[in-house]
């Protein structure tokens, strides 16, 4: 039996469309550990962006996963996005005077540019998140690690900020863009991960100014498996369009939209946005498998050595032992700016929009194309909205039932597997 096996969940970067993870989790929590009959333990959470905020509220309640679902679906189902984006006039003339070199009106503050003024999100992760239970949780072995990762905007390196049992970080490798360092997890590292550039301020950690980590390191994959994660849940919020070819007519009358939109800075704003949060999910994962099939493959043809042999000649090339490592990869089905333009151009958005922030977002989809609002599926942070992306997240793991269950499966899925994970398992 493959018992005490590390596993990592893995939260992407989207700012509002994040609600998508809330359902993934829901369907976790209330359906299927009541289906397999016991607590589905995750050891070890890398998030990045709206993904850390996630992370950081999922290692602070791991002590009481049973009511993880339920808070995070009432978090998200109450957001008002005035509560969020505020911004106004004084708000500008900041940023103004910032760009001016003019110093901070308040010295002390952690926060720098950006057009929305940080107090609501600060609020939000600081009340909505009880910080302390992180290292209570680490220290009683309800969670081996936490990685955050941001951006560091001097350097532009990714960088990782760990909090894991016994403290330090593992080897990590010589990347040069790529660093990672010892922490005890505060809201502002939270803050700094989800500092989507222009948008929310940048935060000073350390002396040193950090941002989104999504420009560099969108879906954290790498933290989870260098901190030892033996499996892998991934949630991407990329929709991975499919390939179908659809009727002329409907194809030439998407593509006169888009010619329409690509003049409007709502359009084009919002193809950057997804360019500086690039996904590359199916690249991570696309090497992962190789290097399993790899094992896999060698284990049979060499048997149960094989993995230790060529890590043996690979040492000084890698931070980590080779090994198989299973993993489980949940998307949206449906494009989430597709479902933003539906949701604000319904009548019930309408008629309850009020303040700034939502008669922006209105203007933001009435000038993008009709049938896809990228920008403002990032910013609208609408308690409809998020129960709409909830219950898709919910809809799409409980589609994946079958590849649900063969991960937490304890039997062996494979050779390679049984060679390279019951080791480290009992010596974990």
């Known amino acids: 039996m493959m018992t005490g096996l590390k596993t990592g969940l893995v939260l992407g970067g989207g700012a509002a469309r994040g609600a998508y993870e809330a359902g993934v989790l829901s369907y976790l929590r209330e359906e299927l550990e009541p289906e397999i009959g016991r607590e589905l333990k995750l050891d070890i959470l890398a ?29 998200w ?36 540019g950006g057009l929305v003024d940080p107090r609501g999100l600060r609020a939000i992760v600081s009340r909505g998140i009880p910080w302390l239970g992180i290292g209570r949780n680490v220290r009683k ?27 330090g970080i593992p080897p990590w490798g010589n990347d040069p863009s790529y660093q990672a360092r010892a922490t005890r997890i505060a809201p502002h590292h939270a803050l700094a991960s989800a500092a989507i550039p222009v948008v929310f301020p940048a935060v000073r950690l350390g002396g040193e100014l950090h941002v989104d980590g999504g420009l560099r390191l969108n879906v954290p994959l790498s933290p989870a498996l260098r901190l030892g994660a033996q499996r892998v849940i991934v949630i991407s919020l990329r929709h991975e369009a499919l390939r179908v070819r659809q009727p002329e007519e409907a194809e030439e009358s998407t593509e006169q939209e888009r010619e329409q939109a690509f003049a409007t800075a709502p359009f084009l704003a919002g193809k950057m946005l ?13 090497r992962l498998r190789r290097l399993n099939a790899i094992l896999e493959a060698g284990t049979v043809a060499y048997g149960k050595d094989f993995a230790r042999t060529l890590g043996g000649v690979l040492g000084h090339h890698r931070s980590q032992p080779l090994r198989y490592v299973r993993e489980l990869l949940v998307r949206p089905s449906r494009d989430i700016g597709s479902l933003a333009a539906e949701y604000v151009r319904a009548p019930e958005f ?16 009435d000038r993008d194309a009709a049938h896809e609002a990228d920008l403002a599926s990032y910013l609208l942070f609408d308690g409809g909205f998020a129960d709409i992306l909830i219950e898709l997240g919910r809809q799409d793991a409980r589609a994946l039932r079958s590849e ?18 019951l080791p480290a398992a009992s010596a974990a």
């Not at 850390?52 to 009511?67: E, G, K, M």
């Open 47 to 75: 998030g990045t962006s709206v993904g850390a905020i996630h992370a950081c509220y999922l290692a602070a309640t791991s002590d009481q996963p049973a009511l993880q679902a339920q808070g995070m679906r009432a978090h």
């Open 77 to 112: 189902t109450g957001m008002k996005v005035e509560e969020v984006l505020r911004c106004g006039v004084g708000d500008i003339f900041r940023v103004v005077r910032e760009a001016l070199g003019k110093p901070a009106s308040h010295p002390r503050d952690i926060q720098y």
């Open 141 to 167: 072995g309800h969670l081996e690690a936490l990685a955050v990762s941001t951006t560091h905007v001097g350097s532009g390196r990714a960088t990782v900020f760990v909090q894991r049992r016994g403290g």
């Open 274 to 286: 997804n360019t500086l949060m690039m996904d590359r999910t199916d690249q991570d994962l696309g």
């Open 350 to 365: 309408r008629k309850r929009s009020s303040g700034l922030a939502h008669k922006a977002i209105l203007r933001l989809v």
């Open 404 to 421: 649900w269950l063969r991960f937490w499966s304890d039997e062996p899925q494979n050779m390679a597997e049984r060679a390279t994970m």
